[in-house]
DNA sequence: ACGAACATGATAACCATTATCATCTTGTCA
DNA sequence: TGACAAGATGATAATGGTTATCATGTTCGT
């Protein structure tokens, strides 16, 4: 299963400026909410490969300039955010997601881990839903 | 992106005991944490086709007998569902699981739905770290 | 026991994501 | 500025989990 291994491919020491980072860092601001890879190079037209999209945007997430979540269907959808760590309130239906942060989970994850005298690293923390608009 | 499309395969109308049944009901029971198709294929050595899994196990699903997650790595992990509802602080190199209960986290993740006016649905919580072990 | 509806297995098909690798680009240093 | 090493890109093949297909084996009401 294997929760938390990811690319393996080794990171460049350097990041340089390129036409793909700009073009995927811009669409990823447009977009309010979360899209896939493949919406983003759809939206992109033939400017980028999709593989270059791939890679700009895991870029952006190991910079900490995006974020992201698996959809339902197994794909993973990116969105770009301002740095600052959150969670998500994610829509089951239309998948909306709102931006929350909670003080008392920030807390609670370095009590846990203290307590179990683990060197904290991070925490996930998501809640699942059905919004408003979709319930009615 | 399409956040809740499923398989679109129809479902029989009356469901059948079988081996196939039996095996994955069992074996889903005796895991207590969330385990992949996979991982049950291979628990289950050569009894079963994986085809076969996969298919008793999302008719657990949809009989509302089985939870699923998808894990970071993007495949579906499954678990019985009378086991009660806990989170993991989950250490980041030797990958060692505690299983921890919040109250906290369970009254957070109401509140925030309410707030929203989501109808709350679940909600994830993981913190990752370096346990005591792998520190020194 | 019969037969229609189910279930299973082996395997091909899907599809999002990654890896490969030859070919540009960028930025640095002489 | 010119050369060059480290990055970046594109086209495409490869991966890998999951789903669809279809011929064949089971189940169960009658």
Redesign the pocket.
Known sequence: MNISQ????ST??????????QLVGNALQQCREFV???QLHAMLDQ??????V???L?ALVAAGKADTVRTDS???AYRHCSTEHHHHLICRDCGTANEITAESVESWAAATAAQYGYQLIGHTAEVYGVCPQCIS
């Open positions: 990811h690319s393996v491919t460049p020491d350097t990041a340089r400026s390129s036409r793909g980072r896939t890879a493949q400017q980028l490969g999709l593989a270059t791939y890679r700009n895991q197994g794909e993973v």
